[in-house]
């Protein structure tokens, strides 16, 4: 089955802790997203990759870090700069009309 | 900037309603839109796509349409079933996707 997979599904963080979200896709596609869901918000774009070995911010970039070293995997890391991560996390890939989800990660600090 | 504006944040129907949905956004000149279906805890789900040049769209007892000159979607949900319970977002690109915020909707047996 081709799609997009996320792990893990729940993910826990002590404060000061770097974490690293996993994103696959086999859908062939080059570019990749990574977005942060509050709830009753919209969805805020944190990164993006048009290929691999290139990514750029998105609109809350800050305590965030990613990398593109295959096509298929786009890993988010969270670190300890980012204040408030407490979030759902989704990730995404596109072609050049139709974007595709991951099931998301739900991150909580502790 | 483009935003993207989703009324109501919420709705409640009774089963067998048909119902609107609607969205607005700011910029017209977008390649496309989105309507996306996320159940709660999960990820989204699209369920149609209009190209620019299209003015609607129709999968099952879903309709989507798009008046680009005036900034506007509306998803049109026929005969509305329990369901279709969950949070409707729609997403315009513009080279960038821009989201609104979802409308939470709950169908009542």
């Known amino acids: 089955d081709g799609g997009i997979t996320q792990s893990p599904k729940y993910l826990f963080r002590k404060e000061g802790q770097n974490v690293t979200l996993s994103c696959e896709q086999n859908l062939n596609h080059d570019a990749m997203y990574w977005y942060r869901q509050d709830p009753g918000q919209g969805l805020r774009l944190i990164y993006y990759?048009?290929?691999?070995?290139?990514?750029q911010k998105g609109d809350i970039a800050e305590g965030y870090s990613v990398s593109r070293e295959k096509k298929e995997s786009f890993p988010l890391t969270v670190t300890s700069a980012q204040k408030n991560p407490t979030a759902f996390y989704l990730c995404?890939?596109?072609?050049?009309?139709?974007?595709?989800f991951g099931p998301g990660t739900r991150l909580t600090v502790l | 900037k483009q935003e993207v504006t989703q009324i109501p944040a919420a709705l409640s129907v009774p089963e067998g309603e048909n119902l609107v949905l609607n969205c607005s956004f700011t910029?017209?000149?977008?390649?496309?839109l989105q309507w996306f279906r996320q159940d709660p805890g999960k990820g989204l789900t699209s369920l149609l796509l209009?190209?620019?040049?299209?003015r609607e769209q129709t999968s099952g007892r879903l309709n989507a349409s798009l008046d680009k000159s005036s900034g506007r979607s509306t998803l049109y949900i026929a005969a509305s079933q329990p369901g279709d319970s969950a949070t409707y977002l729609c997403?315009?690109?513009?080279?960038?996707?821009?989201f609104g915020a979802g409308t939470r909707l709950t169908v009542k047996p």
């Open positions: 995404a890939s596109r072609t050049y009309n139709e974007q595709f």
């Open positions: 997403a315009v690109n513009d080279n960038d996707m821009r």
């Open positions: 209009i190209q620019s040049s299209q």
């Open positions: 990759s048009q290929i691999v070995n290139d990514f």
């Open positions: 910029d017209s000149a977008i390649y496309n």
